[in-house]
């Protein structure tokens, strides 16, 4: 990775316009639902071979609702087909654009981290005496390690 994100400006208005776009993709999707980790875990896996599956089963059940049983609307498994099929890329541009976001702000975040790093070891080094110690002793409470519990012992027999 030879990222460099130190010279990248974000203007101060963008972050605020990115979250009205964000805001406005919520009021494009007013159905969207929010699964409890228990919901999400109860219902099945959904890729690709599940899709196929659905399209398939869409066909079979337009050309062949005869043997149906009389409570199964076909309309409303079409709506269902077409609500999923028409979120697939929706689903992929946004996971897309989360990879992306997520991926840059873990560099930016490194990237940050390093500079601390250099600013807080120069200020070890370089900064006592001249008025900086307190805030050194507080940033190396980042780095302390508690002692390491010592194992007992073990006693060998005579």
Known sequence: MTTNL???TFPSNAQKEV???IATLGQKLPFLINLSQDERRSLPRMGDKTRVFIQKTMEVANQNSDFLPRSFE???MQR????YEELYPIL???AKLHELVEDTYMTAGNEAYT???TVYSSAKVNGRGIGVDAVVDDLGRRFSRKP???????????
Do not use: F, G
């Not at 390491?148 to 005579?158: D, G, H, T």
């Open 115 to 117: 500079s601390a790093r």
């Open 19 to 21: 979250m009205q776009a």
């Open 6 to 8: 130190n010279q990248t």
């Open 80 to 83: 269902e087909v077409e609500l």
């Open 74 to 76: 076909v309309a409303n």
């Open 92 to 94: 992929l541009a946004i």
């Open 148 to 158: 390491r519990k010592s194992s007992p012992e073990s006693k060998s027999a005579p």
